[in-house]
């Protein structure tokens, strides 16, 4: 099978040449390979990057692509990005790979055996990982890589070989776009939950492969993962405006915590929002008990403020939600009126 393997960055220059070599590495035949690199508008060294890489698979026999290409994508975003690429790749299946992954060398292998099988569209295990681990960093691992920094989507908590609602560094048969479209520009976090779910309705189904893994780094410090939880938190909330059907109730729970706090200041007595507020940090000391006991081997002392990071994690995510759910019906006016 002819695949190309797709890479969208944006102000990536510390860890693109990392997924790159990764690429490089594949077991996959590469003259069976195309690699398709989309630059946003990056203002740091992402595209002579990109560019360097596509240069060495003409001076290096042992990379051999078919091709390289460095595509631009002036709007930025990841959805526009990708359809970018959806429009110039030739591969009978294009699979989709972060610029923050790590990929085993024989990742393009795995899943061209399942779409070979028969299957329209897979994808497998993700997990997490860490740069340069601390004993702090290795906390914060721990804290998004539990159910309950995160989330119980399968690709994070492997159910076994199955059918799923969604997945990541997922790879797609060309059919399955030319039959439901690309990506939807508009929603700039939530373009996977509303490509999958119009995937679903038009008959595909994803099927996760645990044989087939990819790994994520997360965000190296706190200040960054509160700020990615905000931004997914209020893509949640305007995405209910567009298609409310493609997210799930799991995807709001931090919002009912933030609801909870906000609820018993406003109409509570003091001693309900005394009770509230124990009952939120008895949560997360659950969660973070939870967490240590699942992943003995990164324990230390910082894990003591697991339940506050599970607390600030929660709180961040739920109070982007309120303010997307707030802002949403001006957003919708606005795309209705083509301002967005």
Request: glycine content about 8%; proline content about 5%; some cysteine.
């Amino acid at each position: 099978m002819f695949i190309t393997i797709c890479v969208i960055a944006y102000n990536e220059e510390q860890t693109l040449p990392a997924i790159l070599k990764d690429i490089a590495a594949q077991d996959y035949a590469h003259g069976s390979m195309e690699v398709v690199l989309v630059d946003s508008a990056s203002s740091d060294h992402t595209k002579k990057i990109m560019q360097e890489f596509a240069a060495q698979n003409t001076t290096q026999p042992d990379m051999g692509f078919v091709s390289v290409s460095v595509l631009d994508n002036p709007k930025r975003t990841l959805p526009c990005g990708w359809n970018v690429a959806l429009k110039a790749y030739r591969g009978e299946a294009i699979l989709k790979v972060d610029a923050h992954a790590s990929i085993p060398k024989d990742f393009v292998t795995k899943n061209v055996a399942v779409l070979e099988s028969g299957e329209d569209v897979c994808g497998g295990q993700r997990p997490n990982i860490i740069e340069q681990p601390t004993p702090f960093r290795n906390t914060l691992l721990l804290a998004e890589s539990s159910m309950f920094g995160s989330s119980i989507a399968p690709y994070r908590n492997n159910p076994g070989k199955s059918y799923v609602k969604s997945m990541f560094h997922a790879a797609y048969r060309r059919k399955v776009f030319e039959s439901i479209g690309g990506f939807d520009e508009r929603l700039a976090r939530t373009e996977d939950n509303e490509i999958h779910y119009r995937m679903r309705k038009a008959g595909f189904k994803l099927c996760f492969d645990p044989e087939i893994i990819s790994y994520q780094h997360i965000r190296p410090d706190l200040g960054k993962m509160l700020k990615q939880k905000y931004a997914n938190g209020y893509w949640i909330g305007l995405t209910t405006g567009v298609c409310a059907p493609c997210l799930s109730l799991y995807h709001f729970v931090p919002f009912a915590f933030v609801m909870a706090i906000i609820l018993s200041v406003l109409f509570c007595t003091g001693f309900a929002i005394a009770g509230s507020i124990t009952a939120l940090s008895g949560a997360a000391l659950v969660m973070a008990l939870a967490a240590v006991i699942g992943a003995p081997e990164i324990r230390n002392k910082t894990c003591l403020a697991l339940p506050f990071l599970f607390l600030m994690l929660h709180v961040s995510y739920g109070t982007g939600t309120v303010i997307g759910l707030i802002k949403m019906p001006f957003w919708v006016k606005g795309i209705k009126n083509g301002r967005n």
